[in-house]
C-alpha cells in the first residue's frame, strides 16, 4: 500500500475506455460464502503471528494508519492529483470497520478490489499485486486482521475527489480490461530462492506498483517478468516528481538487503515513499525473504549499465577530490552547502550520511529526484538497525541558478556523465513543489561569489584554509580540528561563529589576554589553543589569505554595529551542569559523529570526518570551547547537526540544561594542557568555567 498517490488516476483510464465503447458493469456481487482455510473460529496464536508479519509484508499498516493514530484505524489523507482520499478502517470494529465482513468477502476486496458493500476500491489498494497470493497467505492475513488487531470504533471519512475520478463505476471496466487476479505460480525452472522472491516481489511487496511504468489506463504495463511486455517490469517509472528507479539488476543482492533492511547502503539511501516503505514494512523481513527478493531482482536482465558496485566494507584508499570544487561557482557552492554531510570527496559518512558517488539519485538522467530533495529536504529512515534519524534541510532559499550550479558540479564530479542540470529545470521543479522557504533574516554569504573578486585567488585560499585548516597547515595544526569546526560553513552560519563583520571589531581589549588584540593575534590564539598548534607568521602568504577573506565577509560592517547572527548565541549559565546526565545525552546525540569515546571518526582511509572532543587530538585546556558554559552556548545553537530541517544544517535544538550537562562531561575529558595558561587574565575577572 505504499503506492498511495498515483494509481487513482487508473479509474481516469477506465472512463476513458467507456467513453470508446458502451460496456455495462453491474456494481452489487453475488452472495459469498465464508470458507477461510486453515481455520474455523478462533485462530491459533501462531496462525495469527504468521498473519501480522504478512501484513508487514504488505505494508499495509502504511496507508491505514494516519500520524498519531491507532493501528489500521484509518483517517490518513492521502493527497493525489485528483483530490483528498482517506484510508478506511481495517480494524475488527464490526461498527466502522472489517468486523462483520465474512473471510470471502475480506478476499474478494483484496484479489478483485470490491468492498463488502459491493462498491468497486480505487486501486491506490494493490489488489492487482495482492490477487496473486497464495489462499494459505491470505487465510493467515484475515486471522490477524480479525483478531490480531485492535479494534478501534472510527468512522471512515468520505473522500474530496472531484469528478470523474468518483465515479466507482468506471473502476469495474477498469478491471475487466487489466486486472488479472490469478494467484502466483512458481517457475519450475527456477530456484525455491528465485521464486520466494518473485512471490514476494510480484505480489505482497507489490514492488510493481511504484517501478513499473504505466499503460494507456494508468495500469502497470506488466506484473512480471514475462510475456512481450515482461522486460519494462519494475524498469522505472515516475511518481510524485520522485524517480522510481529501475531495480532490474541493480545492485548485488548484499547492496540490496542493506538497503531494505537499513534504509541506507553504501551509494545511496532511500528517499520518498520508498522511506515509508522500509520504516513500516522491509526493515522487518526475514534476512531469508529479503535475500530472495535481492536475488529476484538482481536476476532479472535490463539493458542499463550496472555501475560497479563498492565494496560494503569502507575502502582503504583516499578518494579523489574534483578538482572544479574550488575553481567553479557550483563546486564552491557545494563546499559551503554540502561538504559538510557529503564531504569533499562526495564519500558521505557511512551509516549517517549517504555518499554521491555512485548514487543513481545523482546519476540519473532526468534529476527529478535530486531537484525534489534538495528542494524540500529529506530524513533518514528509522529502522531497529539505524534508529537515530537524520535531516537534510531544505535547500529552497538558494536561487535556482545556484542550486542549478551545485547540483551540476556534483553530476559532473561522480554522476557518471549524467547531463547538467538547468536552472529553467530547478525552477519547474520549484513551481511544482512549492517549497516552504527558511524564514531567517540572516543573510548568509555565498562563497561562490568569491570568484568575482579580482584578488579570486587569495580569497579561495583564505576560504580553504579556514575549511581544510588541518590538511594546508600541518606544522601550524597539532590536533584534527579546523577552523570550520567552531565557524561552521567556513564562517558563514548565523549564531555557528560566522565571520560576518568580525574583522571590524578588530583591534580589541581582551580580558583573558589582559591588553589590545589584533586580528592577527586573535588568528594566532586559536592556532595555539583550540587547535594545539603553533602560530602563523604575521607576515605569511597564509595569514594575508585569512586576513583578505575576513575583510570579504566584512559585508560593510564597521566597529560598533550590530551585526545579525554574529557570534554562537547564549545559554543560562546559572545552571548547575550535571556530568552524568551529560555523558547519556553525549551518547545519544554526539557519539554517532566524535566517537564512543570522543575520539572523533575517520573513513576507512583513516582521513579525519569529524574531529575529536577529548584527548589528544582534540582542543587543549586554554581554548574557549574547554570552559563549559561557553562549549554549552556552541553546543545548544550548533550542534548537533541534522537533528532537524532548519537551513542550512539541521543544527541546535537541545536544552539550555542539556547542553550545560553535555559540555560539562566532555569539557572536563582528558585533552592537552596549555602551557601559557600561567598568563591568561592578568587582570582578574577570570571566568567561573575556565580550567584553570
Known amino acids: 500500500m505504499a503506492t498511495r498517490f498515483h494509481i487513482i488516476a487508473a479509474s481516469a483510464g477506465a472512463l476513458a475506455l467507456v467513453a470508446g465503447g458502451a460496456v455495462l458493469w453491474m456494481a452489487t456481487p453475488p452472495a459469498l460464502e465464508d470458507k477461510a482455510p486453515g481455520f474455523t473460529g478462533q485462530a491459533d496464536i501462531a496462525l495469527i503471528e504468521r498473519g501480522s508479519y504478512i501484513a508487514r509484508l504488505g505494508d499495509c499498516v502504511a496507508c491505514h494508519t494516519e500520524e498519531g493514530g ?96 468518483n465515479q466507482r463505476w468506471g473502476i469495474g471496466l477498469w478491471n475487466t480490461v487489466f486486472l488479472d487476479d490469478t494467484q502466483f505460480t512458481p517457475d519450475p525452472e527456477q530456484s525455491d530462492e528465485w521464486n520466494r522472491g518473485a512471490y514476494l516481489v510480484q505480489g505482497l511487496g507489490h514492488c510493481g506498483a511504484c517501478h513499473t511504468p504505466r499503460g494507456v489506463g494508468f495500469q502497470e504495463v506488466t506484473m512480471d517478468e514475462k510475456g512481450s511486455k515482461g522486460a519494462r517490469f519494475l ?26 533492511k537499513t534504509g541506507q547502503n553504501n551509494v545511496s539511501s532511500a528517499v520518498g515513499a520508498m522511506a515509508d516503505v522500509i520504516q513500516h514494512s522491509t526493515q522487518y523481513f526475514t534476512d531469508e525473504d529479503l535475500h530472495a527478493m535481492a536475488v529476484y531482482m538482481d536476476g532479472l536482465p535490463t539493458d542499463d549499465v550496472r555501475p560497479a558496485m563498492p565494496p560494503l566494507v569502507p575502502s582503504t584508499e583516499p578518494a579523489e577530490v574534483p578538482e572544479a570544487l574550488f575553481t567553479t561557482a557550483g563546486g564552491l557552492g557545494y563546499a559551503q552547502f554540502c561538504a559538510d554531510c557529503h564531504r569533499n570527496d562526495g564519500q558521505g559518512v557511512p551509516g549517517v550520511f549517504p555518499p554521491l558517488s555512485g548514487n543513481h539519485v545523482l546519476s540519473a538522467q532526468d534529476p527529478a529526484t535530486l531537484t525534489h530533495i534538495t528542494l524540500t529536504g529529506w530524513q533518514s529512515v528509522v529502522t531497529e538497525a539505524r534508529p537515530r534519524s537524520f535531516h537534510m534541510p531544505s535547500f529552497a532559499k538558494l536561487t535556482d541558478a545556484e542550486l542549478a550550479e551545485i547540483l551540476t558540479f556534483m553530476r559532473e564530479s561522480w554522476g557518471e556523465s549524467a547531463p547538467a542540470v538547468t536552472e529553467k529545470q530547478v525552477a519547474q521543479a520549484r513551481r511544482k513543489l512549492d517549497p516552504a522557504i527558511d524564514s531567517s533574516t540572516f543573510e548568509t554569504p555565498r562563497i561562490a561569489t568569491l570568484l568575482d573578486e579580482p584578488n579570486a585567488d587569495q580569497l579561495v585560499l583564505g576560504m580553504r584554509l579556514n575549511a581544510q585548516t588541518r590538511d594546508l597547515l600541518p606544522d601550524h595544526v597539532g590536533n584534527d580540528m579546523n577552523c570550520a569546526s567552531c565557524h561552521l560553513n567556513a564562517g558563514t552560519v548565523a549564531e555557528g561563529s560566522p565571520y560576518t563583520g568580525v574583522i571590524s571589531f578588530f583591534p580589541s581589549p581582551q580580558g583573558r ?19 594545539n598548534g603553533a602560530p602563523l607568521d604575521d607576515d605569511s602568504k597564509e595569514m594575508a589569505a585569512m586576513l583578505a577573506y575576513f575583510e570579504w565577509m566584512r559585508n560593510e560592517h564597521e566597529s560598533g554595529d550590530d551585526v545579525p547572527g554574529r557570534g554562537i548565541g547564549s545559554v543560562d549559565t546559572s545552571l548547575t551542569p550535571d556530568p552524568v546526565r551529560g555523558k547519556e545525552i553525549y551518547a545519544e546525540q554526539c557519539a554517532v559523529c566524535h566517537g564512543d569515546d570522543g575520539q572523533g571518526i575517520r573513513d576507512g582511509a583513516g582521513q579525519v570526518i569529524y574531529p575529536a572532543l577529548w584527548g589528544d587530538r582534540s582542543f587543549n585546556i586554554g581554548a574557549g570551547m574547554a570552559r563549559t558554559y561557553k562549549a554549552a552556548t556552541f553546543v545548544k545553537q550548533n550542534m548537533p547537526i541534522a537533528l532537524h530541517s532548519t537551513f542550512p544544517l539541521g543544527q541546535g535544538g537541545l536544552t539550555d540544561q542539556d547542553a550545560v550537562d553535555v559540555a560539562e562531561y566532555f569539557t572536563h575529558m582528558p585533552r592537552p594542557d596549555f602551557p601559557d595558561k600561567v598568563n591568561d587574565w592578568p587582570n582578574g575577572n577570570k571566568p567561573k568555567d575556565a580550567r584553570y
Not at 478502517?89 to 463488502?116: H, L, Q, V
Not at 516528481?241 to 538497503?259: C, K
Not at 589576554?513 to 587547535?531: H, K, L, P, Y
Request: charged share 25%; net charge negative; glycine share 8%.
Open 235 to 260: 524498469a522505472g517509472s515516475k511518481v510524485e516528481e520522485w524517480n522510481a528507479i529501475n531495480i532490474r539488476n541493480l545492485w548485488t543482492p548484499d547492496h540490496m538487503v542493506q538497503l531494505l
Open 70 to 165: 491507532a493501528e489500521m484505524a484509518g483517517g490518513r489523507a492521502l493527497e493525489t492529483p485528483f483530490g483528498i482520499m482517506r484510508a478506511t478502517n481495517i480494524t475488527p470494529d464490526p461498527k466502522t470497520g472489517i468486523g462483520d465482513w465474512t473471510y470471502a468477502e475480506f478476499d474478494r476486496a483484496m484479489r478483485k478490489g470490491i468492498s463488502r458493500e459491493g462498491r468497486h476500491l480505487y486501486p491506490a489498494m494493490p489488489y492487482p499485486s495482492y490477487a496473486k497470493m497464495t489462499d494459505d497467505d491470505m487465510s493467515a492475513l484475515w486471522a490477524y486482521m480479525n483478531q490480531g488487531v485492535e479494534p478501534v470504533e472510527k468512522a471512515n471519512m468520505s473522500n474530496d475527489i472531484g469528478f470523474p475520478f
Open 513 to 531: 589576554a589582559g591588553r589590545e588584540v589584533t586580528m592577527e593575534d586573535r588568528i594566532n590564539g586559536c592556532f595555539r589553543r583550540s587547535m
